[in-house]
């Protein structure tokens, strides 16, 4: 094969070309085999290939790589020459060609081609490296492998032309998320230079009428061949070179490899990226048997890959595009830093950070942190050069050759001479290093970027650019395209321009109206910190206001001085990340550039910006010294400001989260002042540990503790408003400042699920059109002011912002009077002294909380293992577990039929149970019992007591349910939904997730008896001593008090009223005449609420049908089975198949949109329910199972009726899908979700309808 591949190469080189002819080898092509020094061609090749072979039959990770002919791996590496630096020309090939000419020994080179041959792209980088890949894309590889296996099934296909098809949906659907969206044309009409097999055109090619002839493609043309032939020795064949002399782009394939032909940067044809599938056709066919299996592991790299080449000749004028394009040749980056292992040359790199920084990068998620933040450093170092670099051209040369700046080329390598700031310039030759570069891979990679910032149309690009706020708007696609799980950990999102200038104005107020310092921002004692300054953008604006307060004061030509000595002497931005880093002082000193007042370009001015841990180096210390000077130099610059400066403003965007990779023992310790009351409650839960949290600490540690006057400003997470996790801090803040004012931007999923009081859509204030959803959680910004005078507060100035006009409503308040703006709100200690409105009655402390009234409850159980232990058909059940007990079944045959069961977790050791459970026997015929699994929705579970083949259980809940036993459910906290009904009822034993929250199930009696589940009849109320005698002296029961409280909970006065409090803990119960129960007429008043207790208890009550004694009817025109043709239900008609559910994860099981039709009510359906319609809904929906059976006349608030945080109907469809439950609905189950249906009806009617309603 070797010689074959000898004598192919050999003749490619030798090829005679006539001057002029246009062929590839005229053109240079020969030197992609040029020998090293004193050896021939026919020599070098076969000794070369035979040797390369060699290494490369050795088994790798991902099988047997059989051949490198000529580099086609996407890991490889183009050459590096010191005496030939262009970029353009150096992309020519994956082979490191300059090694091959260069090398003393030829082992060197055959050493550098096996580690290139080992990085195959998306097989060596595994799941976690090419994180967020476009699911698009994923889908069209798969789709592609599944049409070439099969073709190649079907025993029929050419080696060639039957595969066409396959290819150009490929091509189409990469294409058709493209803008203009590029198509294929087979077999290309000849234009003077052949019939290429594809056609790549753009949709702006195509008019309406008479089609234009001759158009040559735009996006050029595909050559296509067998898989079994080589993909590089076609792309250097004539006829490939007639193709791009003609069309000068050429896309080469063989279905497993692609190199893409285009021009050097003299015009002359060159092989530019490549990307590599399979080495050979057996692996490649082998691999796309399994296309989804395949498409996981390389169709993000694939698809991207095809998207470059479909996009090559696309002007590149748009910040988000060219974010996209680098942040592509950024994971290719990374993933071949993550193919390389641990490369040595990097630890001094590592280390130096680590130590600058204060940081530790543990683990693997620390290590794959430290990797990401080297490819984005070297990334946004070279974009920042390119930007300084160009505005450097367009000042030496004009614009020039449409859209282009002067005849030069921007070269990577000389990107060090363009960074000003001397810690960014330290950094980037140290990650940008030739020593480090070549093993890991990335030459190649720098190559292609150089290539694509040539590509720019910077007329265009920097008209979008220089609008202010630009930087941000390309970090913030480039973070999200490049690793946007990363984003998503460290909180990392760009801030709406809105918000910031808002901020900084409330800022500007807060300094000339609180403190007294008339200049505001201008004023020469006011020092600016944004901790956590990004890409800068608070930075930029401040030294905006600055300016334009200067302006006011009427300084002319001498503001540009005042200014600059601002950028340097006393506005400082903190960043711990490399990446926006760099952007950050990209972003000052355009700021400073469209002000007019740059920095000096002699480096001799730096902008204010430091690298480094924000929250750490307040106290003077001892310091290592540090490998490079500059790092130390950054350090020690960064500590003086931390330690000597008297800093009077910290605004920002602190991150949100911290990342698990990274420790910081000092940063721990910020939070403990948090922990600690002096009268409120004590903190409760995790919240204290959110990273934006220390932020806070720090900024309250240095305004009011160390420069004891001051402006704290931030947008945050908005828990720490209400949360009962931030108790502590709330109290301290009361102490601290002067003035707390919070405008509260609200946008969360959890509390409010994005929707405004009027049922508005609420998104979050970081939603953009490329985001829609913004970050999930609800947010608000803080402005804390401390004066020297200082005197604390007792209340709080509040105002909520709600919809989508938020930004707007900010920039028309920026400048607003705090009076007009905000609401008085007084913090209620027994609370926890919330920040935020809370809306509860003002007894609400003089009635009992639920334990106050049941002092017994259990928390619902938690299997782990829902799809094995958890079942709607009992036999199906038992069938599982009497399998699992079955000795003669091993725990591989087990985990084969049911994984769920046999995979480990942290506590618990799948094998380990099992033997243990086989050597007691089983299974336990009294385990299997009925389980309130969601609202409305019952099935069977396995209880088992011992081990932990349950996940979380109470032991002695079980006992306690018994026929004629009443439960209901509570939380102590709900994170949403508090202003809708929470309260289920039951017999039956509770899921963990009755509720969204968490369940707590509170029965009406408990048993003495300790006979275990099911029998015995020795009971006794579950009252408190207070509840009891209350009683007593009304003559009542402990059931008509737990039906009140059902009631109680079930009554939407109560809810609303008390929305505030429900949230934050236990439900508290009004009681009439609590606690003597001597007030005229409280038994009858509580007996009466107890009727209504017992009827909403029925219709809640979905296990047993209703007795007539209910008081609402169920109304039978409600939710009726239905088929679109008339005819009876039957067969198919009973699947669920319109897509309300699917497998998420693991058998998690995730809703889908399903099929619902909305309409008016017909005539006869309005007459029936005419005096209900207010309630119910003045639309109503037909929901479809499938095509053809649906349930007809559905009201929309029963569709939309919501229990325990649930949308009850939505909910038990999703797990109804027939690809999630296995089998088709049975006629009965279709009938449980009408009658669910109107019971949720007569629910409605009777809580809202009712004329009267217990007054909380």
Known sequence: ??????????????????????????????????????????????????????????????GHASRVPERGWRGGRAPFDPQRS????????????????????????????????????????????????????????????????RVRASGGATAERSYYPALEGLLRAVGATLKPKVFCVQELADQGAGHP?????????????????????????????????????????????????????????????????GADA???????????????????????????????????????YLARVLSHRAALAEPKDLAWLLASYARDGLARVEAAGNVSSLLAVRSAMEEALGIHFEGERGERFFRST?????????????????????????????????????????????????????????????????????????????????????????????????????????????????????????????????????????LKDDLGILAGLAAENVYVLDPCCGTGAYLAEVLR????????????????????????????????????????????????????????????????????????????????????????????????????????????????????????????????????????????????????????RMAERRIAEKTGQGVVCFISNYSWLDGLSFTGMRERYLEAFDAIRIDCLNGDKYKTGKVAPDGSPDPSIFSTDGDPVGIQVGTAIATLVRKVDHEPTEAVGFRHLWGQSKPTELTATADAEPDTLYSEVAPLLPLGLPFAEIAVNPKWFDWPALPDLFPAWYQGSETGRDSFLIDTDLNRL?????????????????????PAVMKDTARFDARAVRDLLLKRGGPNVAGFVRHAYRPFDDRWLYWEEETKLLREKSPRYPEHVFEGNLWLSAAQHLRRGADEPQACFTSNLASRHLIERGTSMFPAWLREDGLGYGAGLDRRANLSPSAGRYLDRLGLG???????????????????????????????????????????????????????????????????????????????????????????????????????????????????RGRIVERTYRPEERSALAEHVAVLGKTTFDVYLNGEAFWCNVPSAIWDYRLGGYQVLKKWLSYRESAVLGRSLLPEEVQHFADTARRIGALLIATFDRPERSSP
Do not use: C
């Not at 670099?389 to 004009?398: C, I, L, T």
């Not at 940008?432 to 891979?441: C, E, F, H, T, V």
């Not at 040539?454 to 920097?462: Q, S």
């Not at 130099?633 to 800093?647: C, F, G, N």
């Open 1038 to 1152: 402990v059931e008509d008090l737990f039906h009140h409280v059902l009631a109680t909970l079930h009554d939407p006065a109560y809810r609303y009223a008390n929305a505030g409090a429900l949230r934050m803990e236990w439900p508290r119960i009004p009681l009439p005449g609590w606690p003597d129960g001597e007030s005229e007429g409280a038994a009858e008043a509580l007996a009466g609420s107890a009727a209504r207790g017992r009827m909403v208890a029925a219709l809640l009550d979905s296990e047993r049908p209703l007795s007539s004694g209910t008081g609402t009817p169920l109304r039978p025109e409600i939710a009726v089975p239905d088929t679109v043709t008339g005819r009876y239900m039957a067969g198919e008609d009973f699947a669920v198949t319109a897509g309300w559910g699917h497998f998420g994860a693991g058998t998690a099981v995730m809703p889908g």
């Open 1 to 62: 094969m070797w010689r074959a591949a000898a004598r192919a190469a050999a003749a490619l080189v030798a090829r005679p070309a006539a001057r002029g002819s246009g062929s590839l080898a005229a053109t240079g092509w020969s030197r992609l085999f040029r020998p090293v020094p004193g050896e021939a061609v026919s020599e070098a090749v076969p000794r070369l290939a035979r040797r390369t072979l060699t290494s490369l039959s050795q088994p790798t990770r991902w």
């Open 197 to 261: 097999d594809l056609a790549l055109y753009t949709a702006r090619q195509v008019q309406k009428g008479r089609p234009k002839s001759g158009q040559v493609p735009e996006r050029g043309v595909v050559e296509v061949k067998g898989v079994g032939d080589d993909a590089w020795l076609t792309a250097g064949s004539g006829q490939v070179s007639r193709y791009w002399g003609r069309y000068r782009l050429v896309l080469v394939t063989n279905l497993r490899n692609f190199v893409l032909v």
């Open 266 to 304: 003299q015009g002359s044809p060159a092989k530019l990226e490549t990307f590599t599938l399979a080495e050979d056709a057996e692996d490649f066919w082998r691999n796309v048997e399994t296309p989804r299996a395949f498409a996981r592991e390389v169709g993000a790299g694939l698809g991207e």
């Open 545 to 696: 206001r600055i300016a334009g307060n200067l302006g006011e004061q009427g300084l002319g030509a001498l503001a540009g001085a005042a200014v600059r000595r601002a950028a340097t002497e006393r506005v400082f931005g903190f960043e711990i990340m490399p990446a926006p880093f760099v952007v950050a002082h990209l972003q000052v000193g355009l700021t400073m550039q469209n002000l007019g007042a740059p920095l000096a370009e002699d480096g001799s001015e730096r902008a204010g910006v430091f690298l480094t841990n924000a929250l750490t180096g307040w106290e003077p210390r001892t310091t290592k010294p540090l490998p490079f000077p500059e790092l130390e130099e950054e350090r020690d610059l960064a500590e003086s400001v931390k330690q000597d400066i008297p800093i009077l403003v910290i605004l920002g965007n602190p991150p949100y989260n911290g990342f698990a990779g990274m420790a910081v023992d000092e940063e721990r310790e910020l939070s403990v002042a948090y922990r600690t009351t002096k009268r409120v409650r004590k903190p409760e839960g995790q919240g204290l540990n959110d990273l934006y949290v220390r932020f806070f």
């Open 878 to 898: 038992r069938s599982r577990l009497s399998d699992y007990f079955n000795a003669g079944l091993s725990h591989d045959e087990i985990a084969r039929r049911y």
């Open 374 to 510: 080297l490819i984005q450093t070297l990334f946004y170092g070279i974009f920042s050069a390119w930007v300084l670099w160009s505005r450097d051209e367009q000042k030496k040369n004009g614009p020039l050759f449409e859209g282009h700046y002067g005849p030069q080329r921007f070269r990577w390598r000389e990107a060090v001479w363009h960074l000003r700031a001397p810690v960014l310039r330290a950094l980037f030759q140290q990650v940008a290093d030739p020593s480090r570069l070549k093993p890991l891979g990335l030459v190649e990679v720098l190559n292609w970027t150089s290539a694509a910032l040539d590509r720019v149309d910077r007329t265009a690009f920097f008209s979008r650019f220089n609008e202010g706020e630009a930087v941000p708007y390309f970090y913030e696609p480039f973070l999200e395209a490049f690793d946007p799980a990363l984003r998503k950990q460290l909180g990392v999102w760009y801030t709406p321009t809105e918000v910031v200038r808002y901020m900084v104005a409330r800022v500007d107020k807060a």
């Open 86 to 149: 262009d970029p353009i020309s150096e992309h020519r090939t994956g082979v490191n060609v300059a090694a091959v000419r260069t090398a003393a020994n030829p082992r060197d080179v055959v050493s550098s081609l096996r580690i290139a041959g080992r990085q195959r792209h998306g097989r060596s980088v595994g799941k976690d490296t090419m994180a967020g890949p476009n699911k698009k894309l994923v889908a069209a590889v798969e789709a592609y492998f599944a049409d070439l296996r």
